[in-house]
């Protein structure tokens, strides 16, 4: 595994999470770690659990939200 940085991200920072367009959680981010062809976004619940979001095939908002064209 390979942990990687995402967007203009640092560890900590407060970030929110969409699933189809509704808010499903908000938590602090920690980083995106690689394992073989699979990106997961790994960030941190309020009650302190740790989450890992797969990545792969979502196409995403940038930081300052407007669309991106990449797909994690």
Do not use: P
């Not at 920072?13 to 959680?25: K, M, N, Q, R, T």
């Not at 690689?34 to 196409?59: A, M, P, Q």
């Amino acid at each position: 595994m390979q942990k990687q940085q995402l967007f203009d991200l640092q560890e900590g920072d407060c970030i929110y999470v969409y699933s189809g367009g509704h808010l499903e959680a908000q938590g602090r981010y920690i980083g995106v770690i690689k394992d073989k062809n699979e990106s997961f976004l790994c960030w941190r619940k309020h009650n302190g659990n740790e989450v890992y979001t797969n990545l792969n095939g979502i196409r995403g908002m940038c930081s300052n939200g407007t669309k991106s064209r990449n797909k994690y």
